[in-house]
T-cell receptor, first 113, second 109 residues
Framework: NAGVTQTPKFQVLKTGQSMTLQCAQD?????MYWYRQDPGMGLRLIYY???????DKGEVPNGYNVSRLNKREFSLRLESAAPSQTSVYFC????????????FGPGTRLTVT | EDQVTQSPEALRLQEGESSSLNCSYT??????LFWYRQDPGKGPEFLFT???AGEEKEKERLKATLTKKESFLHITAPKPEDSATYLC??????????FGKGTRLHILP
């Protein structure tokens, strides 16, 4: 039982390049989330998927797109990376119905030069 | 506006020196309050869920309590391995989840 896994762990991009961050969970959770964490800003929600087949914008969605590929997988795409997207990205999942805690992946540290 | 505020931002304690971290919130229809621990370079790790005012949860040296406006994470006789950032989050009535910015705790041996 791996929980929430994320790839890659580290990535360096040049401005304008694109990439996809991958996330998978093996807990049969319905809801999945993408956050970014920056010093002094805390965790900020980029996009979430309440259930398979649905996605919604969070607090800071500009410059990102997501795909809920199936119940297990939720990917985050940067189409044209900018230095302001330098951050640590976390994927999380939770059961989805009612009150419930989130389980986080180990994170992806992204630097855009 | 729904908001979660944690204080202090950072706290340094001597080993064995007990203290409390605060999480105050203003949300519409609190459904649950969560505490997480985050070690450097890692994702947040779930600690507790509190559902209603008056509830308490304990785990080793940590005890979380909840009132109608705030939650406290009490740390009793902490050890250096308790050093981490502690995050508080609330689940509002519309199921939105809001995180505080965290308290960085450093326990000196």
């Amino acid at each position: 039982n791996a929980g929430v896994t994320q790839t890659p762990k580290f990535q360096v991009l040049k401005t304008g390049q694109s990439m996809t961050l991958q996330c998978a969970q093996d807990m049969n959770h319905n809801s999945m989330y993408w956050y970014r964490q920056d010093p002094g800003m805390g965790l900020r929600l980029i996009y979430y998927s309440a259930s398979e087949g649905t996605t919604d914008k969070g607090e800071v969605p500009n410059g990102y797109n997501v795909s809920r590929l199936n119940k297990r997988e939720f990917s985050l795409r940067l189409e044209s990376a900018a230095p302001s997207q330098t951050s640590v990205y976390f994927c999380a999942s939770r059961m989805g119905a009612g009150v419930g805690e989130q389980y986080f992946g180990p994170g992806t540290r992204l630097t855009v030069t | 506006e729904d908001q979660v505020t944690q204080s202090p931002e950072a706290l340094r304690l001597q080993e064995g020196e007990s203290s409390s971290l605060n999480c105050s919130y203003t949300v519409s229809g609190l459904r649950g309050l969560f505490w997480y621990r985050q070690d450097p370079g890692k994702g947040p790790e779930f600690l507790f869920t509190l559902y209603s005012a008056g509830e308490e949860k304990e785990k080793e040296r940590l005890k979380a309590t909840l009132t109608k406006k705030e939650s406290f994470l009490h740390i009793t006789a902490p050890k250096p391995e308790d050093s981490a950032t502690y995050l508080c989050a609330v689940q509002a009535g519309d199921d939105k989840i809001i995180f505080g910015k965290g308290t960085r705790l450093h326990i000196l041996p």
